[in-house]
């Protein structure tokens, strides 16, 4: 089955950076790639996703490239503020049903 | 925005009892789904729901996992019995439709002691 692999566990910026979180996918027949968002003790909020019809997607200071090719997508966060740390998962839809999602990346955002 | 709301937010329940774990998805959505995850790492997929029916269940859906919506009331999730292993925080979802963004619940923090 598809398996999503989220290759920072965790991430360091100062406020004002960018944050680059990268995930790589085993099946090349999934489509859909959203990002969520986790602050500490709460509920996953969905913050961005991409299609497999492009390979770049653009909402305010976030940014989501997609390789097909290479089978993988990443998440930009550009101008960080410190409201920006939180753990973020990126997921792949496996199938017609299972959002499968990778292992997390803890984001600290430091002022 | 939409909402999905969970009940109870945490239950302590006696290895070897039942518990129910309760789901009001978002109004207009058809998709339905348990997560796991414990110590807020991985989520976990446990099932989805479409249609009255479960599509898809992964091996962390034991035998005494069942899941129902009755009449369109809650979406929930019962385990009977539990074990040590199931304390975790379950999270629901639900969608419009299977390819578009999950709405999640804020979780149920079970321990089961």
């Known amino acids: 089955g598809e398996k999503v692999e989220q290759h920072e566990s965790t991430l360091s910026v100062r406020e004002g950076d960018s944050a680059v979180i990268n995930c790589t996918y085993t099946d090349t027949a999934s489509s859909y790639f959203p990002w969520y968002k986790q602050e500490a003790g709460k509920s996953l909020h969905f913050v961005i996703d991409i299609r497999s019809n492009v390979d770049r997607k653009q909402s305010q200071r976030l940014i989501v490239l997609l390789d097909k090719k290479a089978k993988r997508f990443s998440l930009h966060i550009t101008a960080t503020q410190p409201e920006d740390s939180a753990i973020y998962f990126c997921?792949?839809?496996?199938?017609?049903?299972?959002?499968?999602f990778g292992s997390g990346t803890q984001l600290t955002v430091m002022p | 925005g939409p909402k999905v709301l969970q009940i109870p937010s945490h239950q302590i329940i006696d290895m070897g009892q039942m518990v129910t774990l309760n789901c009001d998805p978002v109004s207009n959505h058809l998709y339905f789904y348990w997560y796991k995850q414990i110590l807020g790492q991985q989520m976990e997929f446990l099932v989805n729901?479409?249609?009255?029916?479960?599509?898809?269940k992964s091996k962390l859906f034991k035998d005494q996992f069942s899941v129902e919506r009755p009449d369109g009331s809650y979406f929930t999730l019962k385990i009977q019995p539990t074990a040590l292993e199931d304390s975790a925080v379950y999270f629901c979802?639900?969608?419009?439709?299977?390819?578009?963004?999950?709405?999640f619940g804020s979780g149920t923090r079970l321990l089961v002691i």
């Open positions: 729901f479409y249609n009255g029916k479960v599509m898809e």
């Open positions: 979802a639900s969608s419009l439709t299977a390819n578009s963004d999950y709405t």
């Open positions: 997921a792949v839809l496996a199938g017609s049903w299972q959002l499968i």
